[in-house]
Nanobody
Framework: QLQLVESGGGLVQPGGSLRLSCATS????????IGWFRQAPGKEREGVSC???????TNYADSVKGRFTISSDNSKKVYLQMNSLKTEDTGVYYC???????????????????WGQGTQVTVSS
């Protein structure tokens, strides 16, 4: 059964760092694209970053470029390293996946059909 489980959220001061993890199971990671999304209170969900492990391609929203880094390793986990955090980065962060056995690219525009339960990130002094 395909499953995504996020972890690593928490409370951090502005300028601080967090590393989110998305543990995947039930599927072969290289045949799927993984995306990270976030939703702040009262706002729509937005794409943050994505990775296609087959081609190694990554993409980022303009708001996080140069501060966030997405990566994966052989443990079937996908990480989102978040540095220089700002108060506007606050929200629930979700990882999501979509079957993509051919392309070597990814997009944060979706669609993504399977989602994790989310992890809360709060950036506050």
């Amino acid at each position: 059964q395909l499953q995504l489980v996020e972890s690593g959220g928490g409370l951090v001061q502005p300028g601080g760092s967090l590393r989110l993890s998305c543990a995947t199971s039930g599927f072969t990671l290289r045949n799927y694209v993984i995306g990270w999304f976030r939703q702040a209170p009262g706002k729509e969900r937005e794409g943050v970053s994505c990775i296609n492990t087959r081609g190694g391609m990554t993409n980022y929203a303009d708001s996080v470029k140069g501060r966030f880094t997405i990566s994966s390793d052989n443990s079937k986990k996908v990480y989102l390293q978040m540095n220089s955090l700002k108060t506007e980065d606050t929200g629930v962060y979700y990882c999501a996946t979509e079957f993509n056995p051919v392309s070597r690219t990814c997009t944060i525009l979706g669609p993504y059909s399977r989602w994790g339960q989310g992890t809360q990130v709060t950036v506050s002094s």
